[in-house]
């Protein structure tokens, strides 16, 4: 039956590659631009404006959903032990750069139209304003990680990659403090993120201790 049922395997396994690489990841990477489509909409005032402080509606956009794409990237690899399954494994790379990316978008609108790149009044912002210190360093682990993305940089890099790339970790904590500490008065939307966000954490030590228990059972 081994003879027959590992052909039939590889097949699985082939057909579900093919499927993701032709089908999952075109439909996944069109469907993490819909935010840029739907502020373009607002800009242009199609369904909507940008209000009465545009800049800071830019902000916001990018970087609600650059804080939701580093969240979903962090679900990846618990909806791969509950399915059972690998393949949300082959969506976690791109999600986790579309995450950077509107972060990126974030921190440039921050930057350009509303400092004008004055490097002076920036760095009083990063001094003087918490909430903005916490982002830059959240800015910064997320850099390292985009940096060390490529396969190549794996391969180099070796175990350190890993540890490397567990700064996910803080950075989400920090964006969400970010986010938390800059709202005035709803702070439902930045308390919804923090109750996700540690959900996964707490998914993440579980699953550490279950592991690390079987490795070495006392």
């Known amino acids: 039956m081994s003879a027959t049922a590992s052909p039939a395997a590889a097949r699985h396994r082939w057909g579900t590659t093919k499927k993701i690489r032709y089908v999952g990841k075109p439909l996944v990477f069109v469907l993490s631009l819909l935010p840029i489509g739907l502020i373009a909409l607002r800009a242009f005032e199609i369904t909507g404006t940008l209000g009465a402080n545009p800049v800071e509606a830019l902000m916001d956009h990018f970087g609600i959903w650059g804080l939701r794409f580093l969240i979903i ?6 909806l791969r032990q509950v399915l059972g399954k690998p393949w949300p494994l082959q969506f976690r790379r791109m999600l ?4 950077y990316f509107y972060i990126m978008l ?23 304003r918490p909430y903005i210190t916490l982002g830059m ?10 940096v060390t993305s490529p396969h190549a940089a794996r ?9 490397i790339h567990y700064l996910v970790y803080p950075a989400a904590i920090l964006g969400v403090w970010h986010f938390w500490w800059q709202v005035k008065n709803d702070i439902l939307e930045p ?14 030590l579980i699953k550490t201790r279950a592991h690390r228990s079987r490795i070495n059972p006392t």
Request: glycine share 4%; proline share 2%.
């Open 96 to 99: 986790g750069l579309f995450a």
């Open 137 to 146: 360093s959240a800015v910064l682990m997320l850099t390292a990680l985009a």
């Open 106 to 128: 974030h921190l440039a609108t921050y930057l350009w139209l509303d400092q004008y790149f004055d490097a002076a009044a920036i760095i009083e912002d990063i001094i003087e």
């Open 191 to 204: 308390l919804i993120y923090a109750v996700l966000l540690s959900g996964l954490l707490l998914w993440r």
């Open 155 to 163: 391969r180099r890099l070796g175990k350190t990659w890993q540890q």
């Open 73 to 78: 990237t962090l679900a990846v690899s618990p």
